[in-house]
């Protein structure tokens, strides 16, 4: 549904260049969610806001249903849509709630009474009472305010939405009705959805597919479960590790990885993690290592490409 | 049976605003031991940053204020005590705190160094030069890489792990007995995460001091506390050891909570999640008796009408009618 080949995405600021995403190949099919996974700075966010046709390419195509995406026209705004991490801006404090949802139909040249009526609809699916609509966005509580901003971007019917960290600003205890939610409009509308998060059991429990980035590039990507049951790339090793299990019989693993992301303006050479990582070998810290077929993963990792998997594990 | 830090008994921590008094922390008891480290988890908007800012005397003003109850450390009572009293002989010196946000809880303008030192030189009246070098040595205790060099930069030219590391130094230079810890890896990302709470470890096993700490995320708790205490609407409603919670949470707030969260490793047929209904109660408007009785599903009719008091029930406390 949508493809992206050798994407890159490079700033320039104060004349040095920020490599933010660096050659990103991604296939996401119909119907399914996708997700993003990485620590802040990855690149995560830049690649959305390139879906989107928020930030420009560098380099690389991309393709949405088998077309070419060259300009971002109107008719592909109707079929992307995209929810924000933080319902409490993302969302017009001076409007009704009945004009944040129509605006997007209004934008498209929508009828009055079109409107009117997919006004209803959506929502009842997104589970906001009808009264809703007279309301402003002050009024509701966070989750009640992820739903509004759920059903803006059901308005125009869209193939695929991206969900960008939906839950993280939410309540504990309303994260899981969201969640629910957000399942249920997929069974129900068969959208696609691009998920990008840091939280790793979210994406575990959320995602049919997920990839892996570390400093604008894709480490390991392939069927989440795969992934989750026997992640090979020592990076994604380290993060899954390293994610605070809520049960206190398990210790805590902390000799995984050390130090800190690098930079993103210069990069490390090779490999971008192989200043952290404890496999290294010294082709990695020369050569940047391809993404290879390893049973259903694509894993980019020399190490483990030289069959000593073993050292990895 | 270790000796306690610190005896908070039915604390009560008002916040009178414009529109009404909200009841931010609701009689509000637990203790903390020496070398102990105690949870205090709840939902945004649940009292546990109030219960933290009540200890540390740094309630907003005016509006904020404590109305009753105790708050006891080695034996000393707190909550009476006069704001310049605090400064000079409580805040950084016998409770000290560790902040949610690095970016915010540096000052940009002064230099690393200079902030590790300020408590220094409060509290133990030394010259600057001698602060500076202790604050060196702060440095290098928490594991910032080359601390010599590192207290002339300033706080934009460090990460946010090692921003939190500057934090944790400045928190510890006066060997507190108690130390809170609001949120201080919610900002991190997982990895820098799992960093920082071992050097919380670290840093409590030197000094044996008592650690409050105040988070919303289930796993890091588990990874960190002996004991958790959760907070809801104002009220601890179940305190427990953190392998008994975990295992068999008693209130159903605690265990609504603990079956809504996803969790690695534990196979969801891409299912649904348990979720609790409702949202929780708008703090200035709480219901009669329990404040989670509307999302409840042991409700009963008792339930609306009074409120439950925190009983010891089998070396755990429980605020609810229904659980036994």
């Known amino acids: 549904m949508l493809n992206l080949r050798a994407i890159k995405c490079h700033f320039q600021t104060n004349g040095q260049i920020v490599r933010a995403v660096d050659g990103v190949n991604l296939d996401i099919v119909k119907g399914e969610t996708f997700a993003l996974v990485g620590e802040s700075g990855c690149g995560k966010s830049t690649l959305a806001k390139i879906i989107l046709g928020l930030a420009p390419i560098t380099a690389g195509s ?43 139909m209004w934008a498209h040249g929508f009828k009055r009474d079109e409107v009117t009526q997919r006004l209803e609809l959506v929502m009842a699916l997104v589970g906001l009472q009808t009264n809703a609509g007279n309301l402003y966005p002050h009024e509701f509580s966070g989750g009640q305010r992820q739903r509004i901003a759920i059903a803006r971007a059901l308005m125009l019917a869209p193939e695929l939405i991206l969900l960008d960290e939906p839950i993280s600003a939410l309540d504990v205890s309303i994260r899981a009705q969201i969640l629910n939610l957000l399942q249920d409009l997929q069974d129900e509308l068969n959208i696609t959805y691009l998920l990008i998060a840091h939280d790793l059991a979210l994406v575990q429990h959320a ?56 930079s993103a303006i210069e990069p490390p050479t090779g490999c971008h993690f192989h ?30 490409g030289s069959g000593d998997l073993n050292v990895a594990k | 049976m270790s000796t306690n830090v610190l005896e908070v008994q039915d604390l009560q921590t008002h916040l009178h605003l414009r529109r009404g008094v909200v009841k931010a922390v609701n009689q509000v008891s637990f203790s903390i031991a020496y070398g102990e480290t105690l949870g205090l988890i709840g939902e945004s ?46 805040r950084g010196k016998e409770i000290a705190m560790i902040s949610q946000d690095p970016m915010t809880s540096l000052n940009p303008v002064f230099s690393i160094g200079s902030q590790v030192a300020a408590p ?15 604050a060196t040595e702060e440095l290098h205790r928490v594991r910032v ?25 400045m ?19 997982v990895t820098i995460q799992v960093q920082l709470m071992d050097l919380l470890d670290q840093l409590q096993d030197e000094s044996g001091a008592g650690l409050l700490f105040i988070t919303h995320d289930l796993g890091v708790a588990a990874s960190l506390c002996d004991r958790v205490a959760v907070m809801y609407a104002g009220s601890v409603v179940e305190t427990a050891a953190v392998t008994d919670l975990y295992a068999a949470p008693a209130h159903p707030y605690t265990r609504g909570l603990l079956a809504s969260v996803p969790r690695i490793g534990i196979k969801t047929e891409r299912g649904r999640l348990f979720s609790i209904p409702g949202t929780p109660p708008d703090p200035l408007d709480l219901p009669m008796g329990c404040a989670f009785a509307p999302r ?23 605020a609810c009618f229904e659980v036994q």
């Open chain 2, 45 to 90: 908007g649940s009292g546990k940053t109030m219960t933290g800012l009540s200890l540390l005397g740094l309630l907003p003003r005016p509006a904020g204020r404590i109305v009753g109850g105790s708050i006891r450390l080695n034996g000393r009572e707190l909550s009476q005590l006069n704001q310049a009293t605090y400064a000079a002989q409580i």
């Open chain 1, 207 to 262: 995602s049919d597919r997920v990839a892996v980035m570390y400093l604008g590039r894709i480490v390991e990507t392939g069927p989440t479960e795969k992934i989750f049951a026997s992640p090979q790339h020592p990076y994604t090793q380290a993060l899954i590790s390293a994610v605070p299990e809520p049960d206190p019989t398990i210790a805590r693993n902390s000799n995984l990885i050390r130090g800190e992301v690098a």
């Open chain 2, 145 to 169: 890489p080359s601390p010599a060099l590192r207290i002339s930069h300033f706080p934009h030219q460090f990460s946010g792990g090692m921003r939190q590391r500057v934090i944790a130094a």
């Open chain 2, 296 to 318: 409840c599903d042991l409700v009963k009719d008792r339930c609306h009408r009074e409120s439950p008091p925190l009983i010891d029930k089998g070396g755990r406390e429980i």
């Open chain 1, 62 to 104: 991309m393709s949405f249903a088998g077309e070419p995406l060259i300009k971002f026209n109107k008719r592909f705004r109707r079929r992307v849509q995209v929810v924000f991490q933080d319902p409490y801006s993302s969302l017009n404090p001076r409007l009704k709630v009945s004009t944040i949802l129509s605006e997007p």
């Open chain 1, 275 to 304: 200043p952290r990582c404890p496999h290294k070998i010294d082709r990695c810290t020369k050569e940047s290592p391809p993404l290879v077929a390893r049973e259903q993963v694509q894993v980019s990792c020399w190490v483990i």
């Open chain 2, 171 to 189: 928190a510890t230079a006066c060997r507190p007995n108690l130390l809170i810890a609001d949120e201080p890896t919610s900002a991190l990302d």
């Open chain 2, 120 to 134: 220094i030189r409060r509290h133990r009246h030394d010259t600057d030069q001698t602060a500076l070098a202790l």
